[in-house]
Nanobody
Framework: QVQLVESGGGLVQAGGSLRLSCAAS????????MGWFRQAPGKEREFVAR????????YYADFVKGRFTLSRDSAKNTASLQMNSLKPEDTAVYYC?????????????????WGQGTQVTVSS
């Protein structure tokens, strides 16, 4: 059973940056992938980015390309989501999740373990 804990959320002005982290425990992620999702008030949870743990290959939603960067530290079993040029519409609770496969999936149902989420608020 993989446990995930996100951190790094907070309040930032538009144009600013935040770095979210996700620490995994309870198992190795070598054959898995990790995704980030977000959920704004009154909206459905949506895919943000994904990284294959073994090779570090990434895939991003169009609305974050060029602004967000997802990376992982295999030795520490952690991943980081660097978010730059933040916009008010990026305000949401951000979740990390682990999929027990390395194929690219952008739907919630494709992920097996979830963190509790961390709030990101971007003021205008």
């Amino acid at each position: 059973q993989v446990q995930l804990v996100e951190s790094g959320g907070g309040l930032v002005q538009a144009g600013g940056s935040l770095r979210l982290s996700c620490a995994a425990s309870g198992g190795t992620l070598s054959s898995y992938s990790m995704g980030w999702f977000r959920q704004a008030p009154g909206k459905e949870r949506e895919f943000v980015a994904r990284i294959g743990w073994r090779l570090g290959t990434t895939y991003y939603a169009d609305f974050v390309k060029g602004r967000f960067t997802l990376s992982r530290d295999s030795a520490k079993n952690t991943a980081s989501l660097q978010m730059n040029s933040l916009k008010p519409e990026d305000t949401a609770v951000y979740y990390c999740a682990v999929r027990r496969a390395f194929s690219i999936v952008t739907t919630e149902a494709g992920y097996d373990y979830w963190g509790q989420g961390t709030q990101v608020t971007v003021s205008s």
